[in-house]
């Protein structure tokens, strides 16, 4: 297939028609399955299981699923979400280890608990329960980057106002007897060229909404961090009376302003899926000039818009749109603010 890319102007609004998937970056087979699955009659919490599975599996970017992103001790764990509109019910994996399709396993959180969130070791015993295969999410991939970070002397990472000096050398680190605190105003190691979360949004031709993440994480993140991927209406977020959102980037940053929840809410009030974009990301921009981070938003009529903060390297946000009104599950660009 032809890669198609529409660029999107800041502040345009898309035409409505439903159903519609969205989600982030240029994950083309990611849209593919989701919308075959939404024509062969599956549920959108269906389309957003596979669709987002299927990134699982492709290890799209090396920033979702097994073999990518290693932390400190060099082990890939997963995050994973996923959100039924209709009745507010969420089902969250994090920190999951040695299990490969963490969405699936979100899935299942919200069809045989009554939690929304498990996490670790726990989350990875549940999963077993259910079905899942204990597997390797090593690879060879993931453990040359953590060869190559250790040689670096584990640079970058996510350390501050530890001894040794976490800038230059590895730890273990530990608290100092005194404490100086320095504020580190640094742009993220991210980029356009380095990808991050899927985030989906699917609504189905009733415009019920749902919505899911999955990843493996930022990079040499310090063991047991969790960012925004997992959490309700930080990662995503769905509500079939207003719509639906998805985010990426600077996960630290970004969970702090719940801005998929926040996104939604402006569509409640009949603001434009584009405009609501662009007002998480300015809201966001106020504390934190420097973050990288985009969002995807759509409301129930179909309608959709993205938006991305503007920082060295990353001046446009890649997303994929599938609706009637296109051929074929399509490339979009929208310019960063």
Known sequence: LLSLAVLTPAGSTSAAALPLVINTWAFRTAAETAWRVLESGGSELDAVERGCGQCEIDQCDGSVGYGGS???????????MIMDGNTMEVGAVADLRRVKNAIGVARKVIEYTKHTLLVGESASLFAVR???PYEDLTTQKSLS????????????????????????????????????YKEEQTVSQRSFHNHDTIGMVVIGVSGTVASGTSTNGAIHKIPGRVGDS?????????????????????????????????????????TDPTVACQKVISRIQKYA??????????NTTGSYGAACNKVPGFTQFHFMVSSPLLSQPTEQVVDCI
């Open 70 to 80: 290693p932390d400190e001790s060099g082990e890939t764990t997963l995050d994973a």
């Open 130 to 132: 259910m079905g899942f």
């Open 145 to 180: 980057l953590y060869s190559e970070w250790l040689n670096q002397s584990c640079q970058p990472n996510y350390w501050k106002n530890v001894v040794p000096d976490s800038s230059k050398s590895c730890g273990p680190y530990k608290r100092p007897e005194e404490v100086t």
């Open 230 to 270: 997992p959490i309700a209406g930080a990662g995503s977020y769905a509500d079939s009376t207003a719509g639906g959102a998805a985010a990426t980037g600077d996960g630290d940053i970004m969970m702090r302003f719940l801005p998929s929840y926040q996104a939604v809410e402006y569509m409640r009030t009949g």
């Open 289 to 298: 000039p420097k973050f990288f981070g985009a969002i995807i938003c759509a």
